[in-house]
């Protein structure tokens, strides 16, 4: 694809959340148009060119019709709750996961506050597999104790998404757990200069990939064909058309054990088309957005700016 089909297909969508999560009411993204359809570029506002241009290459990849493996036409899905403490949110946000038996829940925010948001998570739905995500907000030692009274509170949990935030730190931790809880490394590989160099063995027992913040379903593929880890499929908060390549990715994978972070689309008050969960699994699928919603929900113009230049300078980090 060249840049100009890019630039002249662009537009710039700024879809509105049901919750907060990652701190934002409203996610802003940019679609455009290539040979195969839709590819979406929505790296988070505050990431900077280098971090970005993986998310541009992952939809360029999706727009111009890369074929992949496909091992599989419908993907298990995790829910994902974010870091709320309103029961009453969490109940309704479960109830909008329809037969989904795992869920993935934001900590991090204390303890105490953790746990409550933990039971109540049970609570709606006892028979669930709970994983948390920690997004690296704790040292080693408050990660082990938070682990343990996690454990000692709500019962086994899948596993913990990246606890502690740097390589050596995560290493530490899991001679600590010695197996006994999973660590899922998430931010590790994705904000490394080459996750190839990385000796994760050493670090986690299950490897995350989001096909937009690793630049794509050739290098995501790549990158678990290296390690030899478990994987897990998750999502960037992308909108209904980024999930679609993140669905591919996850039937690409020949092994595939875990349920996919896939059904974020959840968390949105509006999406560009819905990837419906039925018994607890979407369909692999491409979606065309709704032309009504790309016309309500396209950001000023001043943003679509902004998005131009941002692609500019992906794409030259890229070239
Ligand atoms: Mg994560």
Redesign the pocket.
């Known amino acids: 694809m060249e840049l100009a089909q890019v630039l002249d297909s662009l537009r710039v969508i700024q879809l509105p959340m049901r919750t907060k999560f990652r701190g934002i009411t409203n996610r802003e993204v940019a679609l455009f148009q290539g040979p195969n359809g839709w590819g979406e570029f929505s790296p988070f506002l505050e990431y900077g060119d280098n971090e970005a241009a993986k998310w541009l290459k992952s939809g360029v990849e999706a727009a111009s019709g890369a074929e992949f493996p496909s091992y599989r036409d419908s993907i298990k899905v995790n829910g994902t709750i974010p870091a709320t403490d309103s029961v009453a949110e969490i109940n309704s946000l479960v109830d909008s996961y329809p037969g989904v038996s795992v869920f993935k829940v934001k900590v991090g925010s204390g303890i105490e506050a953790d746990i409550k948001r933990l039971k109540a998570v049970k609570g709606a739905s006892p028979s669930a597999k709970i994983r948390i ?1 920690v ?1 690296g907000s704790w040292s080693v030692s408050e990660a082990e104790r938070n682990i343990r009274a996690i454990v000692d509170q709500i019962g086994a949990l899948e596993y913990v ?2 606890p502690v935030s740097d390589f050596e730190s995560l290493q530490g931790l899991k001679r600590k757990l010695n197996g006994e809880v999973l660590i899922a490394g ?2 590790v590989i994705r904000k490394s200069q080459d996750p190839m160099k990385l000796d994760l063995l050493s670090a986690i027992d299950i490897l ?1 990939l989001k096909v937009a913040p690793l630049g794509g379903i050739e290098r995501s593929l790549e990158i678990a064909n290296h390690h030899k880890l478990p994987v897990v499929v ?1 999502s960037a908060l992308e909108s209904a058309v980024g999930i679609s390549h993140g669905l591919r990715l996850a039937a690409a994978l020949p092994n595939l054990d875990y349920a996919s972070g896939l059904a974020t689309g959840a968390l949105f008050e509006f999406d560009l088309a819905t990837h419906e969960i039925r018994s607890g699994e979407i369909r692999v699928k491409e979606i065309e957005p709704n032309r009504d919603a790309l016309v309500r929900f396209a950001a000023p113009k001043e943003r679509l700016e902004w998005w131009r230049q941002r692609i500019k300078n992906c794409w030259e980090v890229l070239a």
């Open positions: 995500d997004n998404e990246q998430d931010e995350m998750s």
